[in-house]
């Protein structure tokens, strides 16, 4: 690839719920990924921070807190907030400088410290801000919009709880052999049944906790990695695409849609645009897919991305799942890191970490977890406020 | 008088006794927006700032629903002081093409609702402060209670 940039290290912080400053695993993650590229932290030309906003001023400012935490080298800095999506931000802004010539090798990190329970809004009376209103308005939380989907499912296609269960228990296999997954435990399907209903229909292990935790990726050019490596990994696109008026879905947290009573709405909606205009750029379709890291906040979550990146037609998630295709062994299987459902949700750094495991099943590193002969992955997501993040990455 | 210590907690609705969503359409291209704070068209292709506030259709049909069987974090606060769960309802608006959020009126549950279910906007009191009721709008079934809903 001329114009491919160069995965050339990563590594992450274990996730968990550890309760130290997130600084601390950002730094780990940043050593481990520079170790990992064989690249010294005084040769990194470009610091971007995945923004934490539950760890003041530090968290705003997440790529100068990093770039001080390692020792002020010069480098240039960002930091992109883009919620969820905010690592596939920050990997874009260290792409897009690396293919205009800009920079060299870059340092992209994502760190949290979450508290326990809900994800919450910032404090204080904050009647124009949408993310405080409703919850103040509605108590809608991030499960309650889960929920809204999962009865869609259900509605529209016929899914069962059984079926989001189903999901469950095969990422909580995948995840059994990850060193940096927080939990590592077969969960049946049974028991994410008997687990008590948070957002109706989904349950307490449907639903994805929060997580401290850390992830980090090295991106060169072509010139600077082959002096690194003979066999680099590449990213092919990076979509951080937003939707199209009218966005007829109702999306994390807003509390209506566009209307669509004077334009009709595109005829391909939010989700399944952001995985398009990654297979665009990359000139690559589902097709050409080993492997995919999904965004499974919940469990019916994972099921609405099989279709949204086209693994299958809308409706036909459950039949793939139910195959077995999206197991490890499958004809695609979809996070076999263990997903969101091993790991839960350190926000900036979750778009990172689904990059740094699809590099790892594309050098064939990912013991108990691999995805054999993988040369092509996809990770996807979706941030608050219309973020687009995925990624595609080939061997 | 202190019966008539009721005002909405934000100016999103009307109240008395058929209260509804206030929402604003585009005087330009039609284009309707909830909640009722744009200033300017949403529309990429229109753009005009002459926007009127109008009512919104009073019933809609339920798009999808959930509900909140643990007490949500701050801002929010259980009107009794004690968590009851309560069910919340996506809402479509046919003539508007919008979908709105809110909680299901007290008393109904996700078993009273199916995709597809006729609600109407009632008014509840959200919470009381310095003795004075603040009212949300929610989503009520139009079918009475225990009318086939479940």
């Known amino acids: ?395 | 008088m202190t019966a008539s210590a009721t005002v909405p907690a934000i100016d999103w609705f009307t109240s008395g006794a058929t209260p509804a969503l206030l929402g604003r359409r585009c005087g330009a291209c039609g284009t309707y927006h909830f909640p009722p704070t744009a200033a300017w068209c949403a529309n990429p292709a229109c753009r005009s700032d002459r926007l009127e506030t109008v009512e919104l259709a009073r019933r809609g049909t339920v798009w999808s629903y959930t509900d909140a069987r643990y007490q949500p974090p701050p801002p929010y606060q259980p009107p009794s002081g004690e968590h009851v769960p309560f069910a919340i309802a996506a809402v479509r608006l046919e003539r508007e093409g919008l979908i709105i959020l809110g909680q299901v009126a007290s008393g109904y549950g996700v078993d009273d609702l199916s995709v597809g279910t006729t609600v109407e906007v009632v008014t509840e009191v959200l919470e009381r402060v310095e003795g004075v009721d603040r009212t949300v709008w929610k989503w009520r079934p139009v079918a009475p209670l225990g009318g086939g809903g479940a």
């Not at chain 1, 329970?117 to 308005?137: C, I, Q, T, V, Y």
């Not at chain 1, 687990?195 to 090295?218: M, Q, Y």
């Not at chain 1, 990146?309 to 004809?331: H, N, V, W, Y």
């Open chain 1, 1 to 395: 690839m001329s114009n491919g940039v160069a995965v050339l290290g990563v590594g992450m912080h274990p996730w968990g719920k550890w309760g130290r400053p997130f600084v601390e695993y950002g730094v780990a993650a940043a050593n481990a990924a520079l170790d990992d590229a064989g690249v010294a932290w005084q040769d990194i030309d470009f610091v971007v921070g995945g923004e934490t906003v539950r760890n003041g001023y530090a968290g705003y400012v997440a790529g100068s807190t990093m770039a001080r935490a390692l020792g002020w080298n010069g480098a240039r800095v960002a930091t992109c907030y883009a919620a969820c999506a905010s690592g596939a931000s920050a990997i874009e802004a260290a792409r897009t400088r690396i293919l205009a010539g800009l920079s060299d090798v870059a340092l992209v990190v994502g760190a949290d410290t979450t508290p326990k329970g809900f994800l919450a809004p910032n404090s204080g009376e904050r009647w124009d801000d949408p993310d405080w209103l409703r919850f103040k308005l509605i108590g809608a939380t991030n499960p309650a919009f889960f929920g809204l989907y999962a009865r869609r499912r259900i509605d529209a296609f016929g899914a069962s709880c059984e079926d989001f269960a189903a999901v469950k228990a095969k990422n909580s296999l995948h995840g059994l052999a990850n060193p940096n997954a927080r939990y590592r435990k077969a969960v049946s399907a049974e028991e994410v049944l008997a687990s008590p209903v948070v957002a109706d229909p989904l349950r307490l292990l449907d639903i994805c906790a929060t997580s401290d935790g850390a992830a980090a990726v090295v991106l060169a050019s072509d010139r600077v990695a082959r002096r690194h490596t003979t066999r680099p990994v590449t990213i092919r696109s990076v979509s951080t695409v937003t939707p199209r008026f009218p966005n007829v879905a109702l999306d994390l947290p807003d509390i209506a849609t566009d209307s669509a009573a004077a334009v009709a709405p595109p005829e391909t909606g939010f989700r399944p645009s952001i995985a398009a205009a990654a297979y665009e750029e990359a000139g690559l379709g589902p097709g050409d897919l080993d492997v995919a890291e999904v965004y499974d906040l919940s469990t019916a979550l994972e099921l609405d991305w099989y279709e949204d990146i086209g693994l299958c037609a809308p409706g036909e998630a459950e039949k793939l799942l139910r195959d077995g295709a999206t197991s490890l062994g499958g004809r695609i299987p979809v996070n076999p890191s263990g997903g969101l459902a091993c790991f839960g949700e350190a926000v900036p750094a979750q778009a990172i970490a689904q990059v740094c495991e699809i590099t790892w099943q594309l050098r064939g590193q990912a013991p108990g977890r691999q995805v054999e002969g993988a040369a092509v992955g996809l990770t996807i997501n979706q941030g608050l406020f219309g973020h687009g993040s995925c990624v595609v990455v080939s061997a």
